[in-house]
């Protein structure tokens, strides 16, 4: 059964935040807030939970552009190949904050991900989703539940999130209405080239 659970960003309540991190230990797929709009993830090391993911999104695991969320910069080293001094500032400058980093993959990347050179990263300015991954112990894979050809009240509501997506979740996390600009895409996976994939949430001049 599906559980939609409150929690306040300013404090996130840490028992709360333990039983949501149990879901995503045994499989468990959640929706949960960030800095931008509500997302669908799961814990990267259970390929299942990746895969029930996908299928939810109507897409192949193996084709999906799925991004990894961190806690914060120290977990860039376990999936993401040694990056130079300027996309290291460009990143140290913005996160954490709205917007999704591709940068090139390294060999500890998920089994899933093994055909893929490149990995979005984020780090949303969320208390919330990053004591989830703190406490989680490794970052969560993530997409958005957000459709551009439905710009609808319920990519914003907790409530009404949990009332359209409870039979394919676990978990939808109530942490306020959400925001439905999704993040801004950057790809530095080149390096000394910074790519604007898709403008979002995070502004440009601050690169």
């Known amino acids: 059964m599906s559980q939609l659970i409150k929690i306040f ?13 149990k879901v995503l230990k045994k499989g468990g797929v959640i929706i949960y807030p960030t800095d931008t709009v509500y997302g669908l993830g799961c814990d990267i090391t ?32 376990d999936y993401v190949r040694q990056i130079n ?11 954490p904050g709205p ?24 780090i949303p300015d969320n208390n919330i989703i ?16 957000y459709d551009e050809d ?5 990519t914003t509501d907790p409530e009404l999130i949990y009332e359209k997506w409870k039979s394919n979740v676990d978990v939808v996390i109530n942490g306020g209405y959400g925001d439905n600009t999704p993040s801004t895409i950057i790809d530095l996976s080149v390096e000394g080239e910074v790519n ?12």
């Open 196 to 207: 604007i994939l898709r403008k979002g949430k995070g502004g440009i001049a601050e690169l």
């Open 46 to 77: 259970n390929t299942k939970a990746m895969e029930k993911v996908a299928r939810i999104k109507g897409i192949k695991l193996n084709k999906a552009n799925f991004s990894f969320i961190c806690y914060d910069l120290s977990n860039l080293s």
């Open 9 to 21: 960003e300013e404090n996130p309540n840490e028992r709360e935040i333990n039983k949501i991190v």
């Open 99 to 122: 917007y999704t980093f591709v940068l090139p993959g390294n060999n500890n990347l998920p089994k899933a991900f093994k055909n893929k050179s490149t990995v979005g990263i984020r």
């Open 85 to 95: 001094t300027s996309t290291f500032k460009i990143l140290k400058r913005n996160l």
């Open 150 to 154: 439905d710009l609808i009240e319920y």
């Open 130 to 145: 990053r004591e989830l991954v703190k406490q989680l112990g490794n970052p969560i894979m993530s997409t958005s539940i």
